[in-house]
């Protein structure tokens, strides 16, 4: 692979470093004489990545105790989605995946409770934020809380999609443990963090915020899971809860960016037994999708078309949650000269 891309390396450094996948790659290279592939600059980005990434993963790790202590001693149930225990169980390592923040998942009417437990701990919502899981209107699926401990993302719901229920209950009765520093914690199933990272990226490439490491993420996930699952099992479930065209065109898209069905043959047969829903058939049209900017049309459109409501309802909606969703991600402003 490097020997492939030695002709564009300054494209590869560059792209790796935004994707934050840089890091990753410099761990996988290993021991491999990078300064025969790479110049200085490229090889003190990939380095300066893996640090970077080191120190983020331990951060994560010190912050599990902390969101632990205080939502147990509230005594509010949570779940830990994707981030240590994605790393962990698909990179094979906590280390070798860049994350930012920890994220939980809550009950919705734990959400306000959750908020306050954290706020304990010095780790604080915006002054702005509002919460109202209850509110069709508001649109909002999870809240950011900092401090200087770090960041945590409150999951309430796998994502609020018209026309879609996620089987929340089902879940939280599927979910799984996994150990951290002697620590055991509750995450979700591996076919549960497979749908919440595929439906997560679906809506990243509906606004244009998606990224190589989010498809990434998914594809490290397939190539785990592949062997082993019931993909029509799996794609049922979808079915009955409204995701299986938005869920079958995302994995679609992955394997076909990234030419990689040969390495997951079961979902790449799946996929072919049900072409009729596919509206990403070709490589050119991945490659489209995942190059166009924020917020273009074309994306916006495409995943309309992915959702089990009609177009004008899926617009309705948008503009419907459209100001809960501004007041909510706005920015502070500055204050005004006195």
């Known amino acids: 692979m490097l020997a492939a891309a030695a002709a564009h390396t300054e494209e590869m450094c560059t792209l790796l470093v935004q994707s934050k996948l840089a890091g990753h790659f410099h761990m996988l290279a ?36 902390i969101i632990d202590q205080q939502l147990t001693a509230a005594g509010i149930p949570y779940l830990l989605l994707k ?93 799984q443990t996994f150990t951290v ?41 397939l190539r785990a899971l592949d062997q082993g699952t019931d993909w029509d099992a799996f794609l049922a479930g979808r079915s009955s809860e409204g995701s299986l065209k938005l869920v079958l065109n995302v994995l679609a898209f992955c394997l076909l960016l990234l030419d990689a069905s040969s390495d997951c043959p079961r979902l790449a047969q799946a996929l072919d037994r049900r072409r009729e829903l596919l509206l990403v058939e070709s490589r050119q049209q991945a490659l ?19 959702l089990p409501v009609s177009m004008p309802r899926y617009w309705a909606g948008r503009s419907l949650t459209l100001p809960a969703r501004l007041w909510h991600y706005r920015k502070p402003g500055k204050p005004r000269p006195g």
Not at 32 to 58: H, N, W
Not at 185 to 200: N, P
């Open 30 to 65: 290993g021991e491999l004489p990078l300064q025969d592939y790479l110049p200085a600059a490229g090889i003190a980005a990939l380095e300066a990545a893996a640090a970077q990434q080191l120190a983020r993963a331990s951060r994560c790790r010190a912050l599990l105790p």
């Open 181 to 221: 520093a002697g620590v055991h914690y509750q995450t979700l199933s591996d076919l549960d963090t497979l749908l919440i990272v595929a439906v997560g990226l679906g809506t990243d490439i509906q606004t244009g915020k998606h990224n190589l490491k989010k498809v990434w993420d998914l594809y490290m996930i």
């Open 288 to 306: 489209a999708i995942y190059g166009r900017p924020r917020r273009h049309l074309g994306n916006r459109l495409l995943f309309s078309r992915l």
């Open 83 to 175: 981030g240590l225990y994605l790393a962990q169980r698909f990179f094979g390592d906590m280390d070798k995946r860049f994350m930012w923040d920890v994220d939980i998942l809550v009950r919705p009417q734990d959400l306000d409770l959750t908020v306050q437990a954290l706020a304990r701990a010095g780790l604080n919502a915006p002054a702005h934020a509002q919460l109202d899981t209850r509110n069709r209107i508001w649109g909002i699926h999870a809240i950011d809380v900092r401090g200087d401990a770090g960041a945590v993302d409150i999951h309430h719901t796998i994502r609020r999609l018209p026309g879609i229920q996620f089987d929340s209950a089902e879940m939280w009765q599927q979910a």
